[in-house]
């Protein structure tokens, strides 16, 4: 029988042929964190400087019933145009950001909760110090300046919490906010704007029968993520919209801490994608559905025109299977099996079992209501920017990628390359050199890689506990945009897998990727402009709290 210490034998020997030691030299970084975090810099000019504070706040979410108690922030422009914000009125999402490429940004960020906290621009390019790492939380009642130029092409991105071993719970409270950037590239294109260019936040969420947001408890349920009973629309349930028969701009950003959508209309209408991560595609492709993991953005084009007047539309997430471990899907049905559950769900409490929706069922999102007709609208471009495409040619480490291997395992916290993650570590292969193109290549752990035949009774073989356990991760690489240069479904999960793989667009940059159970996904990632400690980690949000997370040092 294979113990535990062999195993941990066999991973230390499996990277110590790449360092017998980890690397301790961020601790000068972190040393030099604590200097700097509170002043702006003199040589820093901004065209914009916003306040940015975190504090309680109790908001009607419904309408309904006591108001709900929140975290929020709340912004104000100092200086800069003053559409930079637009605050969602009684709303735990934070004020939507506005910016344009090469606007040079200064945000003081006050923290008025009684807990640390930090914000993580997600999606955004800037430096390590204004990345939001967790090193840089702030105690409350101190103040935290962030400084940073927007490098960043058109597209949308979000910012939120991110704070060690708290990023679940803060941002489950609502601290989060979609940020929208634009550029000139963008502006050319003449796309919906204004009240046209319509964002979709899509949060799940429980509340008790006092309108109190409920979270999970116990190590079993944080491992399966959390799943709401209700889902919420920028901050609301039961969204409906009310459209004009022409053209929008959807921006649809998955803020749940570990819900997985696949967004379809429930009269098959395709889905036309413009835009992905942190960016607007080369030409728009359509869909029959579309995976959005937690972390994810895209940006739909939505077409009324030639609707009646009177008409409704419905978005729903469709049934779908494999997501999660078997033994889980075998008891709440799954989307293949066909059950489809709504609404509030009595309370499960078997283990595995959460009283919210179960991954992969079907479920309303929110309906669109034709409630105006309009003679015209603006056309659907062919194409949209250009996007210079990253081959195997511009990586230096063709033969030897990067690995990320994610592992889930029985009574213990996900992990990466078997490791959890720890402020002021990183291992040679997490060291990237600054300018480099690297490949990566994710996968399970369990599924046929470096687990078959060297973990014991543990992994071996897909029968083994760890494929059991295996679910899709999103998984988040702070710094540059990155590209997806292949999918490969190796595991044994092929009818799971069916349900879900048409809906993934792998054109265009992402900076979040699903990797399905059985799912090797190999992606380009350039580490340009900035030195310093770069988070990667999975972006259910449960999971990055337990430690599936680690970091890259670009020196
Ligand atoms: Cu959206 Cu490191 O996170
Ligand atoms: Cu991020
Ligand atoms: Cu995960």
């Given amino acids: 029988?294979?113990?535990?210490?062999?195993?941990?034998?066999?991973?230390?020997?499996?990277?110590?042929?790449?360092?017998?030691?980890?690397?301790?030299?961020?601790?000068?970084?972190?040393?030099?964190?604590?200097?700097?975090?509170?002043?702006?810099?003199?040589?820093?000019?901004?065209?914009?400087?916003?306040?940015?504070?975190?504090?309680?706040?109790?908001?009607?979410?419904?309408?309904?019933?006591?108001?709900t108690d929140v975290f929020q922030y709340s912004a104000r422009v100092l200086k800069g145009p003053q559409n930079t914000l637009q605050t969602l009125k009684d709303n735990y999402l934070g004020p939507i950001l506005k910016l344009n490429k090469g606007q040079k940004v200064r945000v003081f960020f006050n923290n008025k909760l009684d807990e640390p906290s930090v914000i993580h621009w997600h999606g955004?390019?800037?430096?390590?110090?204004?990345?939001?790492?967790?090193?840089?939380?702030?105690?409350?009642?101190?103040?935290?300046?962030?400084?940073?130029?927007?490098?960043?092409?058109?597209?949308?991105?979000?910012?939120?919490?991110?704070?060690?071993?708290?990023?679940?719970?803060?941002?489950?409270?609502?601290?989060?906010?979609?940020?929208q950037i634009s550029d000139d590239e963008e502006q050319k294109l003449d796309l919906p704007s204004g009240e046209y260019d319509v964002p979709m936040v899509l949060q799940d969420r429980t509340f008790d029968n006092r309108n109190q947001l409920r979270?999970?408890?116990?190590?079993?349920?944080?491992?399966?993520?959390?799943l709401g009973e209700e889902i919420l629309v920028?901050?609301?349930?039961?969204?409906?919209?009310?459209?004009?028969?022409?053209?929008?701009?959807?921006?649809?950003?998955?803020?749940?801490?570990?819900?997985?959508?696949?967004?379809?209309?429930?009269?098959?209408?395709?889905?036309?994608?413009?835009?992905?991560?942190?960016?607007?595609?080369?030409?728009?492709?359509?869909?029959?559905?579309?995976?959005?993991?937690?972390?994810?953005?895209?940006?739909?084009?939505?077409?009324?025109?030639?609707?009646?007047?009177?008409?409704?539309?419905?978005?729903?997430?469709?049934?779908?299977?494999?997501?999660?471990?078997?033994?889980?899907?075998?008891?709440?049905?799954g989307g293949r099996m066909g059950m489809g559950m709504m609404g509030r769900m009595g309370g499960g409490g078997m283990g595995m079992m959460?009283?919210?929706?179960?991954?992969?069922?079907?479920?309303?999102?929110?309906?669109?209501?034709?409630?105006?007709?309009?003679?015209?609208?603006?056309?659907?471009?062919?194409?949209l920017v250009s996007i210079p495409r990253l081959t195997e040619k511009d990586v230096n480490n063709r033969n030897n990628p990067i690995p990320i291997a994610l592992r889930m395992m029985p009574m213990m916290s996900p992990r990466l390359n078997g490791m959890s993650f720890a402020m002021n570590r990183v291992i040679p292969l997490e060291e990237v050199e600054l300018g480099s193109i690297k490949k990566i290549k994710i996968f399970h752990e369990q599924m046929g890689h470096m687990g078959r035949g060297g973990m014991g009774m543990m992994g071996g073989g897909m029968g083994g506990m760890g494929g059991m356990m295996?679910?899709?991760?999103?998984i988040h690489l702070h710094g540059q945009q990155y590209q997806v240069s292949s999918r490969k479904m190796t595991g044994p999960r092929l009818d799971d897998y069916a349900t879900v793989s048409e809906g993934f667009i792998t054109e265009g940059w992402k900076d979040t990727v699903l990797v399905m159970p059985g799912e090797e996904v190999e992606i380009i990632k350039p580490f340009q402009d900035y030195k310093g400690l770069f988070l990667y980690h999975c972006h259910n949000l449960e999971h990055e709290d337990l430690g599936m997370m680690r970091q890259f040092y670009v020196g």
Wanted: net charge positive; hydrophobic share 35%; no cysteine.
């Fill in 470 to 474: 295996a679910m899709a991760h999103p």
């Fill in 1 to 67: 029988m294979t113990t535990k210490t062999d195993n941990k034998r066999r991973q230390f020997l499996q990277y110590s042929a790449v360092g017998a030691a980890a690397s301790f030299f961020p601790q000068i970084l972190l040393a030099q964190a604590k200097q700097v975090k509170s002043y702006a810099t003199a040589n820093f000019h901004p065209d914009v400087e916003i306040e940015f504070t975190t504090s309680k706040a109790f908001v009607p979410i419904f309408q309904q019933g006591p108001k």
């Fill in 234 to 333: 920028n901050g609301k349930p039961n969204m409906r919209f009310d459209v004009k028969t022409r053209a929008y701009r959807l921006r649809v950003l998955n803020g749940s801490n570990s819900r997985i959508y696949k967004l379809g209309w429930q009269d098959g209408t395709p889905l036309i994608a413009i835009g992905t991560d942190a960016g607007l595609l080369e030409k728009p492709v359509t869909k029959p559905y579309i995976m959005l993991a937690p972390g994810e953005r895209v940006e739909l084009w939505l077409d009324f025109s030639g609707r009646k007047l009177g008409s409704e539309l419905v978005m729903y997430s469709l049934p779908h299977s494999g997501t999660m471990p078997m033994m889980y899907e075998r008891m709440h049905g």
């Fill in 354 to 383: 959460s009283s919210g929706i179960p991954q992969g069922s079907q479920f309303k999102i929110a309906s669109f209501r034709i409630s105006q007709k309009v003679s015209d609208s603006p056309e659907l471009p062919d194409r």
């Fill in 215 to 226: 979270y999970l408890r116990g190590m079993r349920s944080r491992m399966m993520g959390f």
């Fill in 124 to 179: 955004l390019h800037v430096p390590q110090r204004s990345d939001g790492h967790p090193m840089y939380a702030i105690q409350p009642g101190e103040q935290f300046v962030y400084e940073f130029e927007v490098k960043n092409r058109a597209g949308t991105s979000f910012y939120h919490s991110h704070t060690h071993e708290r990023t679940a719970t803060q941002v489950y409270k609502g601290l989060a906010g979609l940020i």
